[in-house]
């Protein structure tokens, strides 16, 4: 396997992206996450330490991910190093979509690569977006703070989703530098605000909070403090220390209660999208991509690069991407026929995996008998019957 994957030229997979993309619709939005692929390998360059996503004390590399929400099928994919954060891919996603060809531009992004320089480059591109933020940023908290306890009355309550919607048209102060001239552009763009508040959340959020200020306390009374958690110690408690009674926290409650406030809140925004049910409705299906990368961990057995050489990855990354293709395809046919009433994939691959196939030098490939059931299946996975073929 390590032949053929050095084989694969970085020529060929680009054109390969190309015509891929040239079979998206442009109507289609495209989600966009990364993922972290852990390694052992010291020969490949991008092998680096960063928030591993899988909580792996590993070095890794990452993985940023194109996916089709109306096809449901990969587009792009992406190597990153390890230690390269999700805000800071964006500007090169920007490169790789217009390297890609695609006309009309639509993405899907978590909250993770919100910036305020990534959204005045979205504008500047005029792609089209649906991004979380955080409550917490200025440009949200002023709208929620005006409409917290209101929004939650039945005028905004949304039956079919359970949970308590607002919306508001605000506008974004936008800034950009002119390539050539390098003088600054300013203005303003309009982007739809929608706020949600979900009972179901609120629960959760409150459960996790308090978990990690557990963690916090003990980390700190049994002398076992984290570098990565020093900012959270000083955000949320006072500590200090006697010879007499030892280490004594003092929880700083306007900070928690800061938090607490925001308990099942969550906000989008977007340039395109005006109703925030079709927003959230357009928003859940980003889980599309978070199936697709557990799909490459654990069916296709990507959790670990097991390559050595920089080749190698390259090849076998993009082989990868291929079958991903197919199981992604696969899984959305059986989505649509509701296959998935009767049986797994696992057990769909299985039904037409015994149908033997022949094949002599100078002659049609044989094929075994296929069944009526077998029939079927291919018929609802648009493939034609191999022995008519």
């Known amino acids: ?203 959760d959020d409150k459960t996790v909070f308090n978990s990690l200020l557990d963690t916090l306390e003990e980390e700190i009374m049994t002398n076992q403090r984290t570098h990565e958690h020093e900012p959270l110690y000083q955000k949320y408690y006072d500590i200090s220390s006697t010879p007499v009674r030892g280490t004594v926290l003092v929880p700083k409650q306007e900070a928690i209660s800061a938090v607490e406030k925001n308990y099942g809140y969550f906000a989008l925004m977007s340039n395109d999208i005006k109703d925030p049910l079709e927003a959230l409705a357009l928003y859940r299906l980003k889980d599309l991509v978070e199936k697709a990368f557990h799909n490459l961990k654990e069916r296709l057995s990507m959790r670990r690069t097991s390559v050595s050489s920089e080749q190698n990855l390259e090849g076998k990354l993009f082989v990868q991407f291929l079958a991903l293709i197919y199981l992604s395809y696969i899984s959305k046919a059986m989505s649509d026929q509701k296959l998935y009433k009767t049986m797994t994939m696992h057990e769909l691959l299985d039904e037409l995996d015994i149908i033997e196939c022949f094949g002599y030098p100078g002659h049609r490939v044989q094929f075994g008998e296929i069944t009526k059931k077998q029939k079927s299946l291919y018929a609802a996975l648009g493939v034609e019957d191999p022995s008519l073929v």
């Not at 060929?12 to 190309?18: M, V």
């Not at 998206?24 to 680096?48: F, H, N």
């Not at 330490?49 to 992406?78: C, M, T, W």
């Open 1 to 203: 396997s390590s032949d053929i994957f050095g084989t694969i030229t970085e020529d060929a997979k680009q054109k390969f992206f190309l015509l891929q993309a040239k079979r998206r619709l442009e109507e289609e939005y495209l989600a966009y996450d990364t993922t972290s692929i852990s390694s052992y390998s010291e020969l490949i360059k991008q092998v680096r330490y960063g928030r591993n996503k899988d909580h792996e004390p590993l070095a890794q590399i990452n993985l940023a991910l194109l996916f089709g929400q109306s096809s449901r099928l990969p587009v792009y994919y992406r190597k990153l190093a390890g230690n390269i954060s999700d805000v800071s891919t964006i500007k090169h996603l920007i490169s790789d979509l217009s390297f890609l060809e695609i006309d009309k531009v639509k993405l899907v992004m978590d909250r993770g690569f919100y910036s305020e320089d990534n959204i005045n480059a979205l504008f500047e591109k005029h792609y089209k977006f649906l991004i979380g933020v955080k409550t917490s940023l200025r440009l949200v908290r002023n709208i929620l703070d005006d409409v917290r306890d209101s929004m939650k009355t039945r005028a905004f309550y949304s039956s079919d989703y359970g949970i308590y919607v607002y919306s508001k048209t605000i506008e974004w102060s936008y800034r950009a530098k002119k390539p050539r001239s390098e003088a600054i552009e300013t203005g303003t763009r309009r982007v739809y605000l929608h706020l949600y508040f979900d009972d179901q959340k609120a629960v």
